[in-house]
């Protein structure tokens, strides 16, 4: 049995359709049944059902994007920080192995050199950084918390995308923006995703960071190209002319582009598709939300 918090989520919808795909069986407490932030509910439901592992994909990244996390600070503490270290707390007296989706977003840009950043580099889009937005960091505030943890493997997901149209996926944000910012990220396939969670736990992988990325790193205007070739979309894509007219909207924040390695996830044998071929894979198995 695995108990999964955060199933009805866009995250933890993908986990529970992997679990379900894999025949296993689990609990998927809703939020109202749940309140994870609350040790003395969360232990109450972990000693009812004593789960093999749990996996953690409660957050809050803000409505209808991450600026909106900027206006809700404190329930996006409680989600993104307090809860996984409730559940870091509770999971430890009880000796259960657990995992929790972290994100990308507390790393901006590349290395120094140009090289991507590994699970080694310590993230420099959090507090250090004075444009950071609050969600960055209580991203970043969950991973130091969980750093003494070792036994929770933390994975990184960064820009979701897959083959189902859905506001919060990368590839239908794309085909509405009126207007893009070119710029460059490592990205992560949503089911890819999921199935290395899942991986890394039924395999017992040691515990701690994973970049979950789709291998590479792609612009803006290389993702909508593919779009434009897939036949989805005949728009014509316009782009802001640099960050800063794109940060002068009212209330917008900085948003995180960064280039992860994935190197770590490969080398435990978990591999995902390189990721120009992952968007194109989408593309070509593209289903529109039914209006
Ligand atoms: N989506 C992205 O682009 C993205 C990118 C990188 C990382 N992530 C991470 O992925 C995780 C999931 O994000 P998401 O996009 O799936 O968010 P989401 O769609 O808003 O889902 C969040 C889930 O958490 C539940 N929840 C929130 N607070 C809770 C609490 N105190 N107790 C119990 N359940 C609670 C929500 O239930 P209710 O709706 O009923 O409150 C919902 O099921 C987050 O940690 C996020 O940081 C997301």
């Given at each position: ?160 995308f ?9 590839l239908?944000?794309l085909m ?42 792609i612009t803006t205007s290389e993702a909508a190209e593919i779009i434009r070739k897939s036949g989805l979309c ?41 990721v120009h071929e992952a968007v194109a894979w989408s593309l070509r ?7």
């Amino acid at each position: 049995m695995i108990l999964l918090l955060g199933a009805s989520g866009y995250v933890g919808g993908a986990l529970a359709a992997n679990l379900q795909t894999r025949g296993l069986p689990f609990s998927a407490p809703s939020h109202a049944e749940l309140d994870a932030g609350s040790k003395d509910a969360l232990a109450a439901v972990l000693d009812a059902l004593h789960p093999d592992f749990v996996i953690n994909a409660i957050g809050f990244t803000g409505r209808p994007n991450i600026d909106g996390t900027e206006f809700e600070k404190l329930h996006c503490l409680t989600a993104n920080t307090t809860v996984p270290g409730v559940l870091a707390e509770v999971l430890a007296d009880r000796g259960i192995p657990w995992g929790h989706v972290s994100s990308g977003c507390i790393f901006d840009g590349a290395r120094a050199d140009g090289s991507p950043f590994t699970e080694t580099d310590p993230p420099n889009f959090a507090f250090s950084h004075p444009e950071a937005s609050w969600y960055s960091r209580t991203k970043a505030m969950a991973e130091t918390l969980l750093a003494d943890h070792p036994d929770c493997v933390v994975w990184r997901l960064r820009i979701p995308f897959d083959q189902f149209d859905h506001e919060r996926n990368y590839l239908s944000k794309l085909m509405r923006y009126d207007q893009l910012l070119e710029v460059t990220n490592s990205i992560s396939q949503l089911q890819e995703f999921a199935d290395a969670c899942v991986e890394t736990l039924l395999r017992r992988l040691p515990g701690g960071l994973y970049n979950v990325t789709n291998p590479g790193a792609i612009t803006t205007s290389e993702a909508a190209e593919i779009i434009r070739k897939s036949g989805l979309c005949d728009k014509t894509f316009r782009y802001f002319e640099n960050e800063d007219t794109f940060l002068s909207a009212p209330g917008r924040v900085k948003r995180a582009s960064c280039i992860l390695s994935s190197e770590k996830l490969a080398a435990a044998g978990i591999k995902m598709r390189e990721v120009h071929e992952a968007v194109a894979w989408s593309l070509r198995n593209w289903q529109w939300q039914p209006t």
